[in-house]
């Protein structure tokens, strides 16, 4: 029976003389899961192809990053106004979901759409992903030992070190482990997603909206068991005022949805988009490649064209 989730000893793995931080390496081994499921899923739809998903994945990733920056520097400003140079380092922590979402998905949209992808199959194709990519990623805050929740008792009560620890609390308290719970949370919203798609086969974008009010409640649940500091309104932290517009709103447009869905598009109609055409020379170099002997067939083939003498 478990006793006590053990705080870790580490943080970040060292290779030679470079250093390699755990908060990070969960991130990235999150993305690469993510961009690998949605391939998966485009090849599947048979409207793109695994570079497809690389390339939509490298513009999403890192205008998502900057989202979610923005977004925790936004809402914890006081952290940062005497320390402007904290502000990049998000190798400490201090990346905020929902502005990555906004940031990611806008990003991820465009590129989809100059690859000639459908941006409603695209998302529907996505949204298991990015939960996946959740998951995974959320183990970085178990590394930092940070957003953990308030003390508890339970078997599976995460241990905090001296030097992390909220003000307030004497060594040896033990915290409820959020960063496990989103993470667990994700992960089903993941499976969830991926059996509803499998089943029902949701018109696109439905998948997206979906995924949308599944993790907006699980992180307005999550949020309500942190203790680090955060501002609040009518009793509720930020994060729980977006998490609960979320699922508003998306509830609001899956009922909208349901009522006007998107049709599925015909794959063979699908326009490629700018950045998967043929360039111009194509043709003419697919011309210049044509036979003499075939040219003159084609020639001779003409009703117009005089008789052999």
């Given amino acids: 029976m478990l006793a006590e989730i053990p705080s870790p000893s580490f943080n970040s793995i060292d290779i030679g003389p470079l250093s390699l931080n755990l908060y990070g390496l969960m991130i990235a081994l999150g993305v690469i899961a993510a961009v690998w499921l949605f391939g998966k899923r485009l090849e599947e739809r048979g409207i793109g192809t695994r570079d497809d998903a690389s390339a939509i994945a490298i513009w999403a990733v890192l205008a ?126 993941c499976l969830v997603l991926l059996w509803i798609d499998k089943k029902w086969r949701p018109a696109p974008g439905q998948l997206f909206v979906m995924y949308v009010i599944g993790y907006g409640a699980g992180r307005f649940w999550v949020e309500g068991l942190r203790i680090d500091r955060a501002d609040e309104f009518f009793g509720l932290r930020v994060n729980q005022i977006v998490a609960l517009a979320a699922v508003v709103i998306g509830l609001v447009v899956l009922a909208w949805m349901r009522r006007h869905p998107i049709p599925e598009p015909v794959v063979g109609e699908i326009d490629r988009g700018p950045d998967d055409r043929p360039d111009e020379g194509d043709e003419d170099d697919d011309l210049s490649t044509v036979a003499p002997t075939e040219v003159a067939d084609d020639a001779g083939s003409d009703e117009t064209a005089p008789p052999e003498e």
Wanted: glycine fraction near 14%; include cysteine.
């Fill in 64 to 189: 998502g990053l900057i989202g979610a920056r923005l977004y925790h520097v936004v809402t914890d400003y006081d952290r940062f106004r005497n320390n402007w140079g904290e502000i990049l380092a998000i190798w400490n922590g201090g990346l905020g979901i929902p502005g990555g979402l906004l940031f990611g998905t806008a990003a991820g949209m465009y590129m989809a759409q100059r690859r000639g992808i459908p941006i409603a199959v695209g998302a529907t194709c996505a949204a298991p992903a990015i939960a996946l990519a959740q998951a995974i990623g959320r183990w970085g805050n178990y590394f930092n030992q940070e957003l953990y929740g308030r003390p508890t008792d339970l078997p599976w009560a995460l241990q905090i070190d001296a030097d992390h620890l909220e003000a307030g609390y004497a060594v040896g308290t033990t915290f409820h482990p959020t960063f496990l719970y989103e993470s667990l949370w994700s992960l089903g919203l």
